[in-house]
């Protein structure tokens, strides 16, 4: 198997044979949902929302250039991949670039808020990211970015602090793939529509079970974390099979300071290593709200500097 950046073995075939099962899996449960109603309907939904963990956790990868070692295997997988989700590849792909140089910085400080800081907008926001809100914008962002890409660039966008330098890596060529992507996303979604015989109703009530699930689970691993951009996460105790779903994402800081390294290998790196505190503790610990702070955050990282992190 060719190395990644560490000359470590990128497990190609496992990741593409992983990928084919989510994906034949996830339409096989779409066609189910379309012929169930509540309560079945429901138990398809939280299934499928367990399954697009691990759908997000290869799209994660590919972001990574870590999925196949072939670039065009690498983003044609995730393209289809991004599919499901739904979003972009390419909007993926970058923005996930700007959280590693940006992670823990006042542009990612959703957990906090500076006394200048309107807390209740804060506090809205906060509630948005554990209820649904965050996939939501995801899959609109990918439809702005392929509509009116210089939306993106105006004056509100680049006022908010979380949006401020979100989209600064989006040149001609990206925009077109980008919106390449998601003009045949919408053509898939629509044949398997009509081929499943999939209505809006079945469609919207799994897709409410994965926003949920998908978005609480997204800052769990940096909410209240330092401010480094580096070591602003944390290793999270979580059961054998849900470490198996999410392809050891629970060792985000592990993955934070090596993120050109194979999902398969953060176990290695972690040995002799604790875990930072049990995922559930901390997941409660969200309800909470966000919480004040007095602390400066680091500045972000060149790309040149996210390069050499390994």
């Known amino acids: 198997m060719p190395p990644d950046t560490r000359g470590e073995a990128i497990p190609a075939r496992l990741n593409l044979a992983l990928?084919?099962?989510?994906?034949?899996?996830?339409?096989?449960l779409l066609a189910l949902a379309a012929r169930l109603q509540y309560p079945w309907l429901l138990a398809v939904g939280l299934v499928y929302a367990f399954l697009l963990l691990t759908?997000?956790?290869l799209l994660h990868e590919a972001s990574h250039n870590l999925l196949h070692p072939d670039p065009r295997v690498n983003d044609g997988v995730g393209m289809?991949?991004?599919?499901?989700?739904?979003?972009?590849?390419?909007l993926l792909k970058i923005t996930h670039v700007v959280h590693h140089c940006c992670n823990r910085t006042d542009?990612?400080?959703?957990?906090?808020?500076?006394?200048?800081d309107n807390r209740l907008v804060?506090?809205?926001?906060?509630?948005?990211?554990?209820?649904?809100?965050?996939?939501?914008?995801?899959?609109?962002?990918?439809?702005l970015l392929a509509l009116r890409p210089d939306w993106l660039r105006s004056s509100p966008f680049r006022q908010a602090r979380t949006t401020?330098?979100?989209?600064?890596?989006?040149?001609?060529?990206?925009?077109?793939?980008?919106?390449?992507?998601?003009?045949?996303g919408i053509g898939f979604w629509g044949l398997l529509c009509v081929a499943v015989g999939l209505g809006w109703q079945a469609l919207l009530s799994v897709y409410l079970c994965f926003a949920v699930n998908w978005s609480t689970r997204q800052y769990v691993t940096h909410a209240f974390s330092p401010r480094d951009v580096r070591d602003g996460a944390w290793n999270l105790r979580v059961s054998r099979p849900m470490g198996l779903l999410l392809l050891n994402g629970q060792w985000d800081r592990i993955h934070h300071q090596h993120p050109h390294v194979s999902w398969i290998r953060l176990p290695r790196l972690?040995?002799?290593?604790?875990?930072?505190?049990?995922?559930?503790?901390?997941?409660?610990?969200l309800w909470g709200g966000p919480r004040p702070c007095r602390e400066p955050g680091p500045m972000p990282l060149s790309r040149a500097g996210y390069a050499e992190f390994g």
């Open 122 to 143: 804060k506090t809205l926001q906060w509630y948005g990211v554990l209820t649904g809100l965050w996939w939501l914008l995801i899959p609109l962002g990918s439809l």
């Open 55 to 57: 759908n997000y956790a």
């Open 270 to 285: 972690a040995a002799g290593l604790s875990y930072d505190r049990d995922y559930w503790r901390q997941y409660l610990s």
């Open 80 to 90: 289809l991949l991004g599919w499901l989700f739904p979003v972009s590849f390419t």
């Open 107 to 116: 542009h990612e400080m959703f957990d906090c808020y500076y006394p200048r």
């Open 19 to 28: 990928s084919a099962g989510v994906f034949v899996t996830a339409i096989a």
């Open 164 to 184: 401020a330098v979100l989209f600064d890596d989006f040149g001609p060529n990206e925009t077109r793939r980008a919106r390449l992507e998601v003009l045949l």
